[in-house]
C-alpha cells in the first residue's frame, strides 16, 4: 500500500521556476531515501535528484545541479522538488521514487512543459 503522489507540474517559461511535491504514504517514511526522476519523451526515465532519510545528504544530476533543490518534511510525508532557471530541456514527466524492501515505487508522475 505505499502510495506515492507527485503534484506541482504544469507550463513554464524558459527562466521560470517550479516546485514539485510528492506526498507519501503506507510506509514510514522518516527511514528511507526519497528520489525524484524524470522521462522525456522518447527517452529513458533518468535520475534528478535524491535525499537521505533524515534529509542532511543530497545528490544531483550534473545537468540540474545548482539550479533544483530537493528537500523533505518528514513530519508531512512529502519531498519537494524546486526547480529553478528551468530550460526546454527539463521538459519531462517527473516521478518521485522509494526503495523498500527490494522494489521500487513510483508515483503517476507529474507534467513539466518548459516553452515559451
Known amino acids: 500500500q505505499v502510495q506515492l503522489v507527485e503534484s506541482g507540474g504544469g507550463l513554464v517559461q524558459p527562466g521560470g521556476s517550479l516546485r514539485l511535491s510528492c506526498a507519501a504514504s503506507g510506509f514510514t517514511f522518516s527511514l528511507y531515501a526519497m528520489t525524484w526522476y524524470r522521462q522525456a519523451p522518447g527517452k529513458e526515465r533518468e535520475l534528478v535528484a535524491a535525499?537521505?532519510?533524515?534529509?542532511?545528504?543530497?545528490n544531483y544530476a550534473d545537468s540540474v545541479k545548482g539550479r533544483f533543490t530537493i528537500s523533505r518534511d518528514n513530519a508531512k510525508n512529502t519531498v519537494y522538488l524546486q526547480m529553478n532557471s528551468l530550460k526546454p530541456e527539463d521538459t519531462a514527466v517527473y516521478y518521485c521514487?522509494?526503495?523498500?524492501?527490494?522494489?521500487?515505487?513510483w508515483g503517476q508522475g507529474t507534467q513539466v512543459t518548459v516553452s515559451s
Open positions: 521514487n522509494v526503495h523498500k524492501a527490494g522494489t521500487g515505487y
Open positions: 535525499i537521505s532519510n533524515g534529509g542532511g545528504s543530497t
